[in-house]
């Protein structure tokens, strides 16, 4: 079974900190995808990783991907409070005979709340 | 560019009854999905598209039948709702493989089956 886990589920950090999110997969993929829901609203993307090694950068959020060790981090610096949201990381998992599938497996995301 | 856009946003059925969420998109592309999200379990998908005319199952797909008669238009349906079925709803489009874009979502659609 394909699995995407992240971890933590939930951090409450203080304005200024940095921390980092993981996002672990199951199968074999050089494609991982970011994204951003405030609550009750749509998913935003935030980042696109299509290769080994793909590092990523906007803001205050950076994205990596470690193909081999099937791990993707999104580290925060110096949170703010604007980046309270429910973040996903999502897999798109080779079919057999090689490929992307285009049919995501996400995570089950990382509600991040960022305190005064 | 209006983007991925759902109907209806909010939607109350009894057990039993049918409904049809409409997805539209006017980016051209050539992709389209239906995703469920439920409070602790992330997205999941239903089903998809790769084409006007054609459609295929995902994850989660029982109980929900889809049709792309237009390449911009994705329809899902519910013939008979289930309480299990209470989800918010989400539409993405993205372009055709090589996939380097991401996949864009619609505002969603909130569901109760009482």
């Known amino acids: 079974e394909l699995k995407v886990e992240q971890n933590p589920l939930f951090l409450s950090m203080q304005e200024g900190k940095n921390y980092t999110i993981y996002c672990n997969y199951s199968?074999?993929?050089?494609?991982l995808y970011w994204y951003r829901q405030d609550p009750g609203k749509s998913l935003e993307s935030l980042f696109v990783l299509l290769s080994n090694g793909a590092v990523k950068q906007e803001g205050r959020l950076m994205a990596s991907l470690d193909t081999k060790a099937r791990l993707s981090t999104l580290h925060i610096t110096a949170a703010v409070h604007d980046l309270s949201a429910t973040y996903f990381c999502?897999?798109?998992?080779?079919?057999?005979?090689?490929?992307?599938?285009?049919?995501?497996?996400f995570g089950t995301g990382t509600l991040l709340a960022v305190q005064p | 560019n209006a983007g991925v856009t759902q109907t209806p946003k909010f939607r109350v059925l009894k057990t039993g009854q049918s409904m049809t969420l409409l997805c539209a998109q006017d980016?051209?592309?050539?992709?389209m999905y239906w995703y469920r999200q439920d409070p602790g379990m992330g997205l999941r998908l239903i089903h998809y598209s790769v084409g006007e005319g054609t459609t295929a199952k995902g994850e989660v797909p029982d109980g929900y039948n889809v049709s792309r008669l237009k390449k911009q238009n994705f329809l899902l349906g519910l013939e008979s709702a289930a309480p299990s079925q209470t989800s918010v709803y989400f539409c993405?489009?993205?372009?055709?493989?090589?996939?380097?874009?991401?996949?864009?979502f619609g505002p969603g659609t909130r569901l109760t089956v009482l």
């Open positions: 199968t074999t993929s050089d494609r």
């Open positions: 993405a489009s993205s372009p055709a493989l090589p996939i380097t874009d991401t996949q864009y």
């Open positions: 999502a897999v798109d998992p080779f079919m057999n005979y090689g490929g992307a599938t285009n049919k995501l497996i």
């Open positions: 980016m051209n592309h050539e992709y």
